[in-house]
């Protein structure tokens, strides 16, 4: 089965850490771009940051440019976020796609995964 799945989500304090892993299963990530996206509660999908399948390019938003670290392992088929300084409006379900660079509307990706829960609350 084609798929993305996402881990490493749970709840921690204000200030702390998490490192969001996504792994492909049935394919290899090598010639894709991934993106992650969170969405809250009542709010639309938004992009967080995303990177290139070489590597070498990556987008960050606003709220997390200075927090937030996106990485990638090809041989290893995996992509990582790793996630600082965590606030509490972070919280939210963390969803990793594959398919073009840049945060594209969400049918222009060839794979989602069914997202993580992340939050931060005291």
């Known amino acids: 089965q084609l798929q993305l799945v996402e881990s490493g989500g749970g709840l921690v304090q204000p200030g702390g850490s998490l490192r969001l892993s996504c792994a492909a299963s049935?394919?290899?990530?090598?010639?894709?771009?991934i993106g992650w996206f969170r969405q809250a509660p009542g709010k639309e999908r938004e992009g967080v940051t995303c990177?290139?399948?070489?590597?070498?390019?990556?987008k960050y938003a606003d709220s997390a440019k200075g927090r937030f670290t996106i990485s990638r392992d090809n041989a290893k088929n995996l992509v990582y976020l790793q996630m600082n300084s965590l606030k509490p409006e972070d919280t939210a379900v963390y969803y990793c796609?594959?398919?073009?660079?840049?945060?594209?509307?969400?049918?222009?990706?060839?794979?989602w995964g069914q997202g993580t829960q992340v939050t931060v609350s005291s």
């Open positions: 796609a594959a398919g073009p660079y840049g945060f594209r509307p969400r049918d222009e990706y060839d794979y």
């Open positions: 049935g394919f290899t990530l090598d010639y894709y771009s």
């Open positions: 990177i290139s399948s070489s590597g070498l390019s990556r």
